[in-house]
């Protein structure tokens, strides 16, 4: 009897059928395999009700955890998700600074900056990040350091003080809340700009030195706004001239430098929000406009009014990263001239 036999290459009518099948369901059994794979790598957008921590490089208190926490507050509830403070005090912000540059960035770690990340490129010698290791992502506030003496010191203006430090060399004070403080640089700048010679006396924060210019220890401060605002409202102290371009609506009898004959000169410190360089574009763009619409919230504009402080239009998604090297320029002039220094 004859039996049929197939070749090695030979295909059974049945297995044909079968690879056919096949061929024509894997890319439909396919389809939606990747579909749910491409939905499972893309994830949920951004935040994904994860919490976000806003690290504040200073202690807990001060003016910049107050706004740290306002931000905080209104940040969560446009991005619907928590966020946390957590401050890292230390060596004028570095600390701080530096501990979230080496974070992930995906937009879950983020720092209430200010115009220590700029001046502290000049007055540190080594720092443990650089400006590059953050994105900038808008600018919040800025304000303005006061120059204050107390209501008996001899000078009324900043010409009568400006005329008398002219006339005895080195023998005037003035206090400042640390080395290296916008309050500081700002005088230092002021000493050039109008050639006089004072004696700086630095103190550990702000309220030590309102305590001796209170007691006439020392002659004149150049300190945050919102910080000596309540002594000068109470008349514990007398403002001679405020570091912002124009005039401000808390202190609208206090002149500027500009209109005391100082034409130009400005002493402004700000904040704003950064990150960990590398955040997805998306991500990047979700936190601009959460920010945005977080500093129009009636919380934050009526506290930070209440202080004098100005929240700029934010409109420009390059506009903090321009302010920020722009800042590095400016004070490392002060700093080269003065010799300031912190080690």
Do not use: C
Not at 63 to 91: M, P, Q, S
Not at 264 to 287: C, I, K, N, R
Not at 320 to 335: D, I, M, P, T
């Amino acid at each position: 009897m004859h039996q049929h036999r197939t070749t090695p290459n030979a295909v059974s009518p049945r297995r044909s059928t079968r690879r056919a099948l096949l061929k024509w369901a894997l890319p439909v059994l396919s389809a939606p395999a990747l579909l749910l794979g491409g939905a499972t790598y893309a994830a949920q957008p951004f935040p994904d009700g994860k919490p976000i921590h806003l690290v504040v490089p200073f202690p807990a208190g001060g003016g910049t955890d107050f706004i740290g926490r306002l931000l905080a507050t209104e940040l969560g509830k446009e991005l619907n998700t928590t966020v946390v403070v957590e401050n890292k005090g230390g060596a004028n912000s570095n600390l701080g600074t530096a501990y979230v540059s080496q974070a992930r960035p995906d937009g879950y770690t983020l720092l209430l900056s200010g115009v220590g990340i700029s001046t502290n490129q000049s007055l540190y010698s080594h720092l443990p990040y650089k400006l590059d290791d953050l994105d900038h992502i808008a600018t919040l506030a800025f304000g303005s350091d006061v120059l204050v003496t107390s209501p008996g010191f001899p000078a009324k203006s900043l010409e009568e003080f400006l005329e008398m430090a002219r006339k005895e060399p080195g023998k005037y004070t003035y206090a400042s809340s640390g080395n290296g403080t916008s309050g500081h640089l700002g005088m230092e700048m002021l000493k050039m700009r109008a050639g006089i010679d004072l004696m700086h006396v630095p103190y550990n924060g702000g309220a030590a030195a309102i305590n001796d210019i209170l007691a006439g220890r020392v002659d004149v401060l150049f300190l945050n706004q919102d910080t000596v605002l309540p002594h000068v409202q109470a008349g514990k102290m007398r403002a001679l001239a405020i570091g912002s371009a124009k005039r401000n609506p808390i202190y609208p009898d206090t002149p500027t430098f500009s209109e005391a004959g100082l034409e130009g000169f400005s002493s402004e410190y700000w904040f704003g929000l950064s990150a960990p360089a590398g955040l997805p574009p998306e991500v990047f763009d979700t936190l601009f406009e959460a920010t945005r619409k977080a500093m129009k919230s009636p919380l934050i504009q009526e506290k930070l009014g209440v202080v004098g402080l100005v929240i700029p239009e934010i409109s420009d998604k390059d506009e903090y990263r321009k302010l920020v090297f722009s800042e590095v320029q400016k004070w490392g002039e002060v700093v080269k001239a003065s010799g300031a220094k912190i080690d």
